[in-house]
Protein backbone atom coordinates (compact mmCIF):
# COMPACT_ATOMS: atom_id res chain seq x y z
CA UNK A 1 0.00 0.00 0.00
CA UNK A 2 1.16 3.56 -1.04
CA UNK A 3 0.68 6.24 1.57
CA UNK A 4 -1.11 9.35 0.59
CA UNK A 5 0.78 11.99 2.86
CA UNK A 6 3.81 12.08 1.64
CA UNK A 7 2.65 12.15 -2.37
CA UNK A 8 0.55 15.53 -1.25
CA UNK A 9 3.55 16.50 0.55
CA UNK A 10 5.98 16.27 -2.18
CA UNK A 11 3.21 17.30 -4.57
CA UNK A 12 3.82 20.79 -2.95
CA UNK A 13 6.97 20.84 -1.89
CA UNK A 14 8.22 19.79 -4.50
CA UNK A 15 6.34 20.21 -7.76
CA UNK A 16 4.18 23.25 -7.02
CA UNK A 17 7.75 24.49 -6.38
CA UNK A 18 9.36 23.78 -9.08
CA UNK A 19 5.82 25.20 -11.35
CA UNK A 20 6.53 28.24 -9.23
CA UNK A 21 3.05 28.17 -8.80
CA UNK A 22 1.07 31.62 -7.89
CA UNK A 23 0.32 31.90 -4.43
CA UNK A 24 -3.47 32.26 -5.41
CA UNK A 25 -2.30 28.50 -7.07
CA UNK A 26 -1.35 27.14 -4.19
CA UNK A 27 -4.13 28.33 -2.10
CA UNK A 28 -6.55 26.91 -4.21
CA UNK A 29 -5.15 23.67 -4.46
CA UNK A 30 -4.75 23.44 -0.63
CA UNK A 31 -8.18 24.05 0.09
CA UNK A 32 -9.36 21.65 -2.58
CA UNK A 33 -7.09 19.00 -0.80
CA UNK A 34 -8.30 20.15 2.45
CA UNK A 35 -12.53 18.97 1.73
CA UNK A 36 -10.92 16.40 0.42
CA UNK A 37 -9.17 14.86 2.92
CA UNK A 38 -12.29 15.60 5.65
CA UNK A 39 -14.59 13.91 2.75
CA UNK A 40 -12.96 11.18 3.31
CA UNK A 41 -12.54 11.19 6.68
CA UNK A 42 -16.33 11.17 7.17
CA UNK A 43 -17.06 8.58 4.10
CA UNK A 44 -13.79 5.99 5.29
CA UNK A 45 -13.69 6.82 9.05
CA UNK A 46 -10.20 7.16 8.65
CA UNK A 47 -8.12 10.36 9.72
CA UNK A 48 -6.35 12.12 6.64
CA UNK A 49 -2.46 10.65 7.50
CA UNK A 50 -3.90 7.44 7.48
CA UNK A 51 -4.91 7.23 4.46
CA UNK A 52 -4.21 5.21 1.15
CA UNK A 53 -3.75 6.26 -2.30
CA UNK A 54 -5.85 3.78 -3.11
CA UNK A 55 -8.02 5.12 -1.14
CA UNK A 56 -8.70 7.99 -3.46
CA UNK A 57 -9.89 6.22 -6.66
CA UNK A 58 -12.21 7.14 -9.64
CA UNK A 59 -15.14 5.82 -7.43
CA UNK A 60 -14.24 7.95 -4.49
CA UNK A 61 -13.16 11.30 -6.63
CA UNK A 62 -16.32 10.97 -8.17
CA UNK A 63 -18.08 11.12 -4.79
CA UNK A 64 -16.45 14.18 -4.09
CA UNK A 65 -17.46 16.52 -6.60
CA UNK A 66 -21.16 15.45 -6.11
CA UNK A 67 -20.38 16.15 -2.75
CA UNK A 68 -19.16 19.89 -3.53
CA UNK A 69 -22.14 20.74 -6.37
CA UNK A 70 -24.80 19.22 -4.60
CA UNK A 71 -24.42 19.08 -0.91
CA UNK A 72 -21.88 22.07 -0.53
CA UNK A 73 -23.49 24.29 -3.37
CA UNK A 74 -20.02 24.77 -5.62
CA UNK A 75 -21.05 25.74 -9.28
CA UNK A 76 -19.52 23.50 -12.03
CA UNK A 77 -16.48 25.99 -12.35
CA UNK A 78 -15.95 25.49 -9.00
CA UNK A 79 -16.37 21.42 -9.48
CA UNK A 80 -14.11 21.62 -12.42
CA UNK A 81 -11.63 23.52 -10.48
CA UNK A 82 -11.18 21.55 -7.61
CA UNK A 83 -10.97 18.50 -10.01
CA UNK A 84 -8.23 20.19 -11.91
CA UNK A 85 -6.71 20.15 -8.95
CA UNK A 86 -7.00 16.45 -8.39
CA UNK A 87 -5.61 15.82 -12.08
CA UNK A 88 -2.78 17.76 -11.15
CA UNK A 89 -2.10 15.45 -8.27
CA UNK A 90 -2.31 12.51 -9.69
CA UNK A 91 -0.20 13.45 -12.98
CA UNK A 92 2.56 13.70 -10.05
CA UNK A 93 1.42 10.47 -8.59
CA UNK A 94 1.99 8.67 -12.15
CA UNK A 95 5.34 9.64 -11.97
CA UNK A 96 6.19 8.14 -7.95
CA UNK A 97 4.04 5.14 -8.09
CA UNK A 98 4.07 3.68 -11.07
CA UNK A 99 2.43 0.29 -9.56
CA UNK A 100 -1.09 2.41 -9.39
CA UNK A 101 -0.65 2.62 -13.26
CA UNK A 102 -4.40 1.79 -14.06
CA UNK A 103 -5.99 3.60 -10.29
CA UNK A 104 -4.39 6.86 -11.72
CA UNK A 105 -5.64 6.41 -15.33
CA UNK A 106 -9.44 6.11 -13.77
CA UNK A 107 -8.96 9.37 -12.08
CA UNK A 108 -7.34 11.30 -14.91
CA UNK A 109 -10.01 9.74 -17.14
CA UNK A 110 -12.75 11.72 -15.26
CA UNK A 111 -13.85 14.44 -17.58
CA UNK A 112 -14.66 18.15 -16.83
CA UNK A 113 -18.43 18.52 -15.97
CA UNK A 114 -19.77 20.82 -19.74
CA UNK A 115 -21.39 24.31 -18.50
CA UNK A 116 -24.19 26.12 -20.35
CA UNK A 117 -22.29 29.03 -21.11
CA UNK A 118 -23.69 32.70 -19.65
CA UNK A 119 -23.98 35.93 -20.34
CA UNK A 120 -20.85 38.15 -19.17
CA UNK A 121 -22.56 40.76 -16.68
CA UNK A 122 -21.00 44.26 -17.50
CA UNK A 123 -21.97 48.56 -17.15
CA UNK A 124 -22.70 50.76 -19.19
CA UNK A 125 -21.42 54.38 -19.14
CA UNK A 126 -24.30 55.78 -16.89
CA UNK A 127 -23.73 52.97 -14.57
CA UNK A 128 -20.18 53.31 -14.32
CA UNK A 129 -20.22 56.87 -13.90
CA UNK A 130 -23.03 56.44 -11.03
CA UNK A 131 -20.83 53.97 -9.10
CA UNK A 132 -17.88 56.18 -9.23
CA UNK A 133 -19.62 59.26 -7.98
CA UNK A 134 -20.88 57.07 -4.96
CA UNK A 135 -17.50 57.18 -2.68
CA UNK A 136 -17.62 60.10 -0.33
CA UNK A 137 -14.21 61.78 -1.60
CA UNK A 138 -14.04 64.31 1.52
CA UNK A 139 -12.78 61.28 3.74
CA UNK A 140 -9.94 59.20 3.06
CA UNK A 141 -11.24 56.14 2.94
CA UNK A 142 -13.83 57.59 0.15
CA UNK A 143 -10.71 58.74 -2.35
CA UNK A 144 -9.40 55.60 -1.97
CA UNK A 145 -12.22 53.81 -2.37
CA UNK A 146 -13.12 56.29 -5.35
CA UNK A 147 -9.52 55.91 -6.85
CA UNK A 148 -9.58 52.01 -6.73
CA UNK A 149 -12.67 51.65 -8.56
CA UNK A 150 -11.46 53.95 -11.26
CA UNK A 151 -8.46 52.20 -11.63
CA UNK A 152 -10.37 48.71 -11.96
CA UNK A 153 -12.49 50.30 -14.52
CA UNK A 154 -10.17 51.92 -16.30
CA UNK A 155 -7.01 49.42 -16.48
CA UNK A 156 -9.20 46.06 -16.00
CA UNK A 157 -7.09 44.56 -13.51
CA UNK A 158 -7.90 41.37 -11.83
CA UNK A 159 -8.82 42.03 -7.68
CA UNK A 160 -5.39 39.68 -7.06
CA UNK A 161 -3.32 42.36 -9.06
CA UNK A 162 -5.08 45.41 -7.47
CA UNK A 163 -4.66 44.69 -4.34
CA UNK A 164 -1.03 43.38 -4.69
CA UNK A 165 0.24 47.12 -6.14
CA UNK A 166 2.41 48.94 -4.21
CA UNK A 167 3.45 52.55 -4.97
CA UNK A 168 5.97 52.12 -6.75
CA UNK A 169 4.00 50.14 -9.32
CA UNK A 170 2.72 53.55 -10.32
CA UNK A 171 4.66 55.16 -13.18
CA UNK A 172 3.03 58.54 -13.01
CA UNK A 173 5.50 60.47 -15.50
CA UNK A 174 5.19 60.82 -19.38
CA UNK A 175 3.17 57.68 -20.29
CA UNK A 176 1.94 57.09 -16.98
CA UNK A 177 1.20 53.20 -16.17
CA UNK A 178 0.67 50.26 -13.74
CA UNK A 179 3.00 47.45 -13.55
CA UNK A 180 1.46 44.12 -12.22
CA UNK A 181 2.54 41.07 -12.66
CA UNK A 182 -0.36 38.65 -13.27
CA UNK A 183 -1.63 34.87 -13.97
CA UNK A 184 1.59 32.62 -14.77
CA UNK A 185 3.91 35.34 -13.57
CA UNK A 186 3.50 37.16 -16.44
CA UNK A 187 4.38 41.28 -16.16
CA UNK A 188 2.53 43.95 -17.90
CA UNK A 189 2.37 47.05 -17.94
CA UNK A 190 -1.11 48.74 -18.15
CA UNK A 191 -1.56 52.67 -19.52
CA UNK A 192 -3.15 55.35 -17.57
CA UNK A 193 -5.50 58.09 -18.92
CA UNK A 194 -3.76 61.93 -17.58
CA UNK A 195 -6.67 62.86 -15.10
CA UNK A 196 -6.27 59.44 -13.40
CA UNK A 197 -2.87 59.88 -13.22
CA UNK A 198 -3.01 63.38 -11.55
CA UNK A 199 -5.59 61.72 -8.89
CA UNK A 200 -3.06 59.12 -8.26
CA UNK A 201 -0.01 61.02 -7.57
CA UNK A 202 -2.29 63.48 -5.55
CA UNK A 203 -2.90 60.26 -3.66
CA UNK A 204 0.17 58.83 -3.14
CA UNK A 205 1.67 62.73 -2.04
CA UNK A 206 -0.89 63.54 0.39
CA UNK A 207 -0.35 60.22 2.14
CA UNK A 208 3.47 60.87 1.82
CA UNK A 209 3.65 57.13 1.02
CA UNK A 210 6.81 55.34 0.26
CA UNK A 211 7.48 53.14 -2.74
CA UNK A 212 7.03 50.03 -0.77
CA UNK A 213 3.56 51.11 0.67
CA UNK A 214 0.29 49.53 -0.39
CA UNK A 215 -1.21 51.43 -3.32
CA UNK A 216 -4.59 51.22 -1.90
CA UNK A 217 -3.75 50.20 1.98
CA UNK A 218 -6.49 49.61 4.59
CA UNK A 219 -7.09 51.48 7.39
CA UNK A 220 -3.76 50.21 9.03
CA UNK A 221 -1.61 50.38 6.21
CA UNK A 222 -1.43 46.93 5.16
CA UNK A 223 -2.63 45.50 1.51
CA UNK A 224 -6.48 44.92 1.50
CA UNK A 225 -8.18 41.63 0.85
CA UNK A 226 -10.37 40.01 -1.64
CA UNK A 227 -12.92 39.91 0.56
CA UNK A 228 -12.52 43.55 1.46
CA UNK A 229 -12.44 45.00 -2.02
CA UNK A 230 -16.01 42.83 -2.15
CA UNK A 231 -17.36 44.57 0.87
CA UNK A 232 -16.31 47.91 -0.43
CA UNK A 233 -18.15 47.73 -3.88
CA UNK A 234 -20.89 46.04 -2.10
CA UNK A 235 -20.74 49.41 0.26
CA UNK A 236 -21.27 51.75 -2.49
CA UNK A 237 -23.75 49.58 -4.58
CA UNK A 238 -27.20 50.85 -2.64
CA UNK A 239 -26.10 54.44 -3.71
CA UNK A 240 -25.31 53.95 -7.22
CA UNK A 241 -28.26 52.27 -7.42
CA UNK A 242 -30.45 54.94 -6.19
CA UNK A 243 -28.74 57.26 -8.67
CA UNK A 244 -28.98 54.48 -11.86
CA UNK A 245 -31.73 51.99 -11.07
CA UNK A 246 -30.36 49.48 -14.06
CA UNK A 247 -27.47 48.72 -11.48
CA UNK A 248 -30.55 46.89 -9.16
CA UNK A 249 -30.91 44.13 -12.27
CA UNK A 250 -26.99 43.42 -12.51
CA UNK A 251 -24.92 41.01 -10.31
CA UNK A 252 -21.83 43.23 -9.31
CA UNK A 253 -19.11 41.73 -8.29
CA UNK A 254 -15.11 42.95 -8.30
CA UNK A 255 -14.50 40.29 -11.42
CA UNK A 256 -17.74 42.74 -13.43
CA UNK A 257 -15.15 45.55 -13.24
CA UNK A 258 -12.89 43.83 -15.27
CA UNK A 259 -15.74 42.98 -17.87
CA UNK A 260 -16.72 46.37 -17.94
CA UNK A 261 -13.15 47.68 -19.00
CA UNK A 262 -12.78 44.94 -21.66
CA UNK A 263 -16.03 46.23 -23.10
CA UNK A 264 -15.49 49.41 -23.03
CA UNK A 265 -12.37 49.14 -25.35
CA UNK A 266 -14.28 46.82 -27.27
CA UNK A 267 -16.93 49.54 -27.85
CA UNK A 268 -14.19 52.10 -28.80
CA UNK A 269 -13.21 49.76 -31.54
CA UNK A 270 -9.96 48.14 -30.32
CA UNK A 271 -9.46 44.84 -31.53
CA UNK A 272 -9.60 41.99 -29.56
CA UNK A 273 -5.91 41.22 -29.72
CA UNK A 274 -5.14 44.37 -28.43
CA UNK A 275 -7.47 43.61 -25.75
CA UNK A 276 -6.22 40.56 -24.63
CA UNK A 277 -2.85 42.20 -24.34
CA UNK A 278 -4.61 44.63 -22.45
CA UNK A 279 -6.11 41.94 -19.67
CA UNK A 280 -3.16 39.90 -19.50
CA UNK A 281 -4.88 36.72 -21.72
CA UNK A 282 -2.54 33.84 -22.84
CA UNK A 283 -5.14 34.23 -26.15
CA UNK A 284 -7.92 35.77 -27.85
CA UNK A 285 -10.32 32.60 -26.98
CA UNK A 286 -10.72 34.19 -23.46
CA UNK A 287 -11.45 38.07 -25.32
CA UNK A 288 -13.78 36.55 -27.65
CA UNK A 289 -16.91 36.61 -24.84
CA UNK A 290 -17.05 39.86 -24.82
CA UNK A 291 -18.34 39.94 -29.02
CA UNK A 292 -20.49 37.85 -27.70
CA UNK A 293 -21.74 40.10 -25.09
CA UNK A 294 -21.88 43.24 -27.33
CA UNK A 295 -25.28 43.45 -28.27
CA UNK A 296 -24.83 46.74 -30.04
CA UNK A 297 -22.05 45.18 -31.90
CA UNK A 298 -23.78 42.89 -33.59
CA UNK A 299 -26.89 45.38 -34.76
CA UNK A 300 -24.31 47.34 -36.19
CA UNK A 301 -22.56 44.45 -37.75
CA UNK A 302 -26.42 43.38 -39.10
CA UNK A 303 -27.69 46.88 -40.23
CA UNK A 304 -23.89 46.88 -42.30
CA UNK A 305 -24.80 43.14 -44.10
CA UNK A 306 -28.72 43.38 -44.50
CA UNK A 307 -29.83 42.80 -47.79
CA UNK A 308 -31.83 46.13 -49.60
CA UNK A 309 -35.09 44.68 -50.29
CA UNK A 310 -36.89 46.71 -52.94
CA UNK A 311 -39.94 49.10 -52.23
CA UNK A 312 -43.06 47.58 -53.34
CA UNK A 313 -44.91 50.20 -54.94
CA UNK A 314 -48.84 50.16 -56.53
CA UNK A 315 -48.96 50.30 -60.18
CA UNK A 316 -50.38 53.02 -61.49
CA UNK A 317 -51.44 53.40 -65.27
CA UNK A 318 -50.47 56.27 -67.18
CA UNK A 319 -52.86 56.97 -69.67
CA UNK A 320 -56.66 57.63 -68.74
CA UNK A 321 -58.37 55.01 -71.10
CA UNK A 322 -56.03 52.63 -68.81
CA UNK A 323 -57.08 53.89 -65.57
CA UNK A 324 -60.60 53.41 -66.96
CA UNK A 325 -60.17 49.70 -67.33
CA UNK A 326 -58.01 49.35 -63.88
CA UNK A 327 -61.17 50.81 -62.07
CA UNK A 328 -63.58 48.28 -63.18
Not at 225 to 253: E, F, G, I, M, Q
Not at 299 to 326: G, V, W
Amino acid sequence: MTSLAPILQGFFTERLAQRRCSPNTVTAYRDTFRLLLLHAQQQLGRPPSALDLTDIDSTFVGGFLDHLEHERGNSITTRNARLAAVHSLFRYAALRCPEHALLIQRVLAIPHKRRDSTQVCFLTRPETDALLAAPDRATPLGRRDHLLLLIALQTGLRVSELIALTCADAVLGTGAHLRCTGKGRKQRCTPLTKPTARLLQQWITHRQATPTDPLFPTRTGQHLSRDAVADLLAKHLPAATATCPTLATKNVTPHTLRHSAAMALLQAGIDTVTIALWLGHANTKSTDIYLHADLALKERALARTALHEPHSTRYKPTDSLLAFLENL
